[in-house]
């Protein structure tokens, strides 16, 4: 499981070395896009104090949103398990899209045809340039696992999601799990 190559669609496993990196220290990160020019992601694991319709106030749901990462903060990406009702959708893997017509969604999210379980939505995403994923991976800073929940990705994005990995990752990882976030704190 360990070793894997980037590919969009994996996961990425923040390594515990990360815990100074106040972006991705305990996160679990979706790979949207990796290609040679770089590589696009959204962390699953780290909610936000506000829902869509705090931001989009035409949204009557109160979708939780999530900080999808460090790179333009102020722009609104998701993604959902609904290509057949959200058009012009990239598929990223394993029946899991990115973006589409974010005015139709609008429209199916309030007339309750797309469900929280259908869609996940992000302030930011994560960004590599070029090469730049590959040497995080050589410095040891992040472990690349396969995803397999596939769609149900989409619901599986607890605080606690980040420990989970680790437990399953097991050997040395397993003592992490249980150590404090902030080490210095403890």
């Not at 220290?25 to 990796?34: D, F, G, I, P, T």
């Amino acid at each position: 499981m360990v070793g894997l190559k980037p590919k969009k669609g994996k996961l990425l496993i923040a390594e515990p070395a990360l815990t100074g990196d106040v972006s991705f220290n305990r996160s679990v990160v979706l790979l949207a896009e990796h290609n040679e020019e770089g590589s696009v992601g959204f962390i699953l694991n780290k909610p936000l104090d506000y829902n869509i319709n705090d931001l989009v106030t035409e949204i009557q749901i109160p979708f939780q949103v999530y900080n999808g990462g460090p790179v333009e903060q102020d722009n609104l990406y998701f993604i959902h398990k609904v290509p057949h009702l959200i058009s012009n959708s990239v598929e990223i893997s394993d029946g899991i899209f990115w973006g589409g017509d974010f005015e139709n969604a609008i429209t199916l999210i309030n007339e309750k045809m797309i469900t929280e379980e259908d869609i996940r939505f992000f302030l930011g995403y994560s960004g590599w340039s070029s090469l730049q994923l590959d040497a995080e991976l050589s410095s040891k800073s992040w472990i690349v696992v396969k995803n397999e929940y596939e769609s149900a990705i989409i619901q599986k994005s607890s605080n606690a999601f980040w420990k989970e990995k680790m437990i399953e990752l097991g050997g040395n990882y397993l003592l992490w799990s249980n150590a404090p976030e902030n080490p210095s704190l403890n």
